[in-house]
């Protein structure tokens, strides 16, 4: 089982819609989680944090279930420059940092 | 401030010659890492770099893969005898602590082994 997994999909949905997207990882022990977004042939960008308590940035929302190891992205609203790939950051601290990327959820919005 | 930037942007080479791909990380950041990213795939950890410790090479394909930093500053990472599985986009990032504050990428350099 990979440590980061998500569904690589693309998800091709229409403007102005709602998208949700998981990412699950399997170390109970991962402490830190990030959302990024990367462009074609960009590197990724930091898009947000990841906190229990949820975390909400305009239109998008984040948030953690440790119980059933996953975090989640919700875009509301989607515009055409959400297009991208999504891409979910895992960090696991003990004698040193280990940072762990999901390989990413290709994301297209249609006008 | 200035960003993460690397150096060459592109760098086109023959199979068999060594390559040194530059980062320089933003100011004060003391964490700094290496990954490649081969075309469509996902990134794949190379090597990190936090303040004085000992770096984390765990990530390196094989030997001839190499990267050092000047206390926390620049990093190179040289690719001697360069294949054509080599051709890949090698990005840096930073980040102020051992990621907890997220990474902060470099815009990458462009690797094509002929």
């Known amino acids: 089982r990979k440590e980061v997994e998500q569904d690589p999909g693309p998800f091709n949905v229409p403007e102005g819609a709602t998208v949700a997207f998981n990412c699950t990882y399997s170390n109970s022990a991962s402490q830190s989680f990030f959302w990024y977004r990367q462009d074609c042939r960009k590197e990724p960008k930091l898009l947000m944090s990841v906190y229990s308590s949820g975390n909400e940035d305009g239109r998008f929302t984040a948030q953690l279930n440790r119980a059933s190891q996953y975090i989640s992205l919700l875009i509301r609203d989607s515009k055409l420059s959400d297009s991208a790939t999504y891409l979910c950051?895992?960090?696991?601290?003990?004698?040193?940092?280990?940072?762990?990327f999901g390989s990413g959820t290709r994301l297209s919005i249609r006008p | 401030g200035a960003g993460v930037s690397q150096s060459p942007s592109n760098k086109v080479t023959e199979k068999g010659k060594d390559v040194e791909l530059r980062c320089d990380p933003i100011s004060g950041h003391t964490a700094l890492y290496w990954y490649r990213q081969r075309l469509g795939q996902g990134l794949e950890f190379l090597i990190y770099f936090q303040g004085n410790s000992a770096p984390d090479k765990s990530g390196l394909p094989s030997d001839r893969f190499s990267a050092e930093r000047t206390g926390e500053s620049v990093s190179t990472l040289t690719i001697q005898r360069t294949q054509q599985e080599d051709s890949a986009v090698y990005l840096c990032?930073?980040?102020?602590?051992?990621?907890?504050?997220?990474?902060?990428f470099g815009p990458g350099t462009r690797l094509t082994v002929l």
């Open positions: 990032a930073s980040s102020p602590l051992a990621g907890g504050r997220g990474q902060y």
């Open positions: 950051v895992v960090i696991e601290y003990s004698s040193a940092s280990k940072i762990i």
